[in-house]
């Protein structure tokens, strides 16, 4: 019986959220929604140094401010801009009462397993694997902060098998659009911020359900992860995720607005979904790019070979004139001293390939290094690991 009040109660809950997910919307892009995940009450993930409510803030915050300073006719609006406890449900509130086209939601993960790293990102669906759920679970247990969270939340438990298990009867009229923002945000995180690509994933975020627009959930870096946590808690590691998923929003907004505008001129129809009716239409982001929702990590070593140009004895920021304009710098902390690199490749020789660009642009002493779980080794180890994974697949 009490599963049955549980069910329904949830049941009763997305659906008045299904029901205002189809308020008319026109599609142009003109208000996003920039949430920190967590703050004030509950930190979120903690580091060895960190929390990830101040964290995620400070990228939320630069984030906004690209938005604002290169596109005038958008409005941000964020769930916080101090260190305060806003619910899940409140959240979700601010974006519907101010008709937002987009919703961001920014955090940090942490594992049990130190070695973890990378970024990923979320869209609205059902978590079809138990690593999925885990993150959904413990971004989920916010509520846990809020008074009366069962009563709020339709009787929401985030432990509770069957409340996970009921979000896959929910639809998301929004799936595509989110799908596309996800998939540029980590185009970019791979190919211009050189972060490690995680991959776009589902899973049940309260979040996401509650939202009616397109909406994505940053997963930025693991704060248990020793490396990873120094990168993030840095200015210039923040400026980086921070500018990575600005690049994405506005390939995201040019698709988004052409597509509006297009659907206009042919007299198309335009649906809650933003799909159209005619042809002749801008070509999706996702055309002609297969798009795998990333359910787990491979097993082994993750190996990966970067392209170092710089090395300081001081943390430089991310627009020094010593970058001369490059994009997609990182960097890593090394024997004392911050060491820039680019690319984060699979191979020697597409490293290679970055390697002759830098030196072409007059980076003579640029040369590659190895690197497994992000951490620093040899290219004669790097190409051992390698071997023996063609060994044993």
Known sequence: MKRQIIIFGILAFLFVFVQEAYADRHGYVRKVVIDPGHGGRDPGALGSQSKEKDIVLAIALKLGGY???????????????TDEFVGLDRRAQIANEN??????????????????????????GLHRSQENLEVAKKENAAILYEEDYLETYGGYDPNSPEANIIFSMYQNIYLNQSLIMASLIQDQFRDRAGRHDRGVKQAGFLVLYNITMPGI?????????????????????QAHIASAIFRAFRDYKNYQ???????????GTITPGGSATQAHLPESPLQNKNIILTESQPEGPVISFRVQFATTSHERAIDDPVFRNLEGISFYF??????????????????GQIQQKLRNQG??????????DNERISIAEAERYMEQSMKNP
């Open 257 to 267: 607005d052409n597509l509006v505008a297009q659907q206009i001129s042919n007299n």
């Open 217 to 237: 959930l940053v997963e930025a870096g693991f704060l248990s992860n020793p490396q990873e946590e120094k990168y993030l808690m840095s200015e210039l590691g």
């Open 334 to 351: 090394h024997e004392g001293l911050y060491k820039y690199t680019l690319g984060n490749e699979r191979t020697v020789e597409a490293a």
């Open 99 to 124: 008709k937002a086209d987009l919703f961001i939601s920014i955090h940090c993960n942490s594992a049990s397993n130190r070695r973890a790293y990378g970024s990923e990102t979320f869209v609205m």
């Open 67 to 81: 938005i604002e300073n290169n596109f005038d006719d958008v409005k941000v609006i964020y769930t916080r801009t």
């Open 363 to 372: 980076f003579n002493d640029a040369f590659i290094v190895a690197f497994k």
